[in-house]
């Protein structure tokens, strides 16, 4: 009885070393709140890697890691370095074309926008012969290729946007599920295979995911990459974007009825083919190289140290950009100073009890909005054997809408943590759903998918179409006004007034638990059957 008595004496001393395995108790509204208004404040200028604020941001992160009582997980420190390429560019003011009804200026940021990571001073297009390759899709298990019988070696290629099975509910692809395919990313890798001088993509807001705002805001901004080894010489001349308005009339000038054009595009059969234009343009470009940091602290288990789950949220933001209602301080409160303060409160329920019995990383990567920078450098200089990595638990763009019946998995279907997270969703209360909008291909961009591509199952899930005190049809109308006017924007802010926290504590708690399970298994979860990943 006097050993109860003392417990409990205790527990009321210390309850969080009394806590349960699910993390109530440690995850609190008022720290990830704390962490939100730091990092989402003005005077981090938008979060911008290698901006004069990055040392001071990456930081804080560190410092409260150490707070925390997370080991310095990089060589005896909390930051990892990551070369970066800084590219700066001008554009020319209109992309021209020779067109069969006369010449078509294109006007830079309405029209079009382009940009290169080729390091040079001035590529230029000069009367370029332009071919439309459909999809710029070479997919074997697809059997679709929309490079073969033509030749774009040296040439402008235009393709839609997304891949053949959107807005389809067939087999085709993944129907409405956006494959990697169908990513901007893949189109100028896959370009630059096949030697093309210029790729440009179709803008259509629903399946790119994004407004075409978010594609002019990019126009001329300050682009960065990873330090490449060859100078980037191996990619387009030019890449970049076109408005739908302006394709419309480009293909109307050549005798296509665009909307026509992309039906027959989707079908299997079809077979790219030169279009009766030329194309001139260029950028002007400088070049800087420097350093960034991802920022890594560490849980050292107590069994297995040498295997590892990663849970990742980056850290950085657009920086200062385009003006909007006069405030040009792009700050980041959702996209990503949420999910940051997810990942630290997750990380002190690790600290507090018993260690788990595999070790636990915890990483802020830089880069993210620029392609996933700071991920992509350390699945290629893994502080763990990527063997004994056994899951990348990620998440990115929490909504300050209170808390959430339901938890979204993005990419839900492609592994067996699927069924962790429903698990523990059900511990809640709450019911597992998937990405209401599958064809705008979150599941590739954001930092769990480096991973992805390693083999490494992992998860993406969150709080997202069922806000409690909303119901899912005023959730749907929220979430359409967030992408068209929050996104990417000066108003991405928190206000301690409008905004609940509180389905925050809910995800933090509900990851805490999955990663708990997973720290303290021998299992390593597997793909489902057809994924198309494999470690």
Known sequence: MRKWIILLFLGYLFPSCLQDKTGQGVITYANIEKHIVELSSDKYLGRMPMSATESAV??????????????????????????????????SPVLHFST??????????????????????EPTLTDSEVIFAGFGILAPEFGRNDFEGVDVKGKTIIVFV?????????????????????????????AARQGAKACFIIHETGPAGYGWNVVSNNGESTKLYLVPENGYSDRCDLEGWISLESARELFSRCGYDLDQLKEKAKSPGFRSFPLPLQVSGWIKNSFQTGVSRNVCGLVKGSKRPEEVVVYTAHWDHLGIGTAVKGDSVYNGATDNASAVSWMLEIARAFTTGAKPERSVLFISPTGEESGLLGAEYYVSHPLFDLKKTVACINTDVLLFAGKFNDVTLTGDGYSELDEWVKEAALAQGRYITSDPEPGNGMFFRSDHFPFVKRGIPSIFAKGYTDAAKLGPEKTREMIKQYWKTVYHSPQDEYVPQRDDLSGLVDDAVLMYSVGMKLANTTAFPGWKEGAGWKR
């Open 58 to 91: 990456t930081g804080y992160i560190a410092g409260q890691m150490k707070e925390i009582g997370l080991e310095p997980a990089a060589n005896d420190s909390y930051f990892q370095e990551v070369p970066i390429l800084s590219v700066s560019s001008t554009i």
């Open 100 to 121: 069969p009804a006369g010449a078509l200026d294109l006007p830079k940021m309405t029209g079009y926008v382009s940009f290169t990571r080729k390091m040079e001073k």
């Open 162 to 190: 997304n891949d053949p099975g959107y807005g389809t509910e067939g087999d085709y692809f993944r129907g409405n599920t956006m494959t990697y395919y169908g990513r901007w990313t893949y189109k100028f890798e896959e």
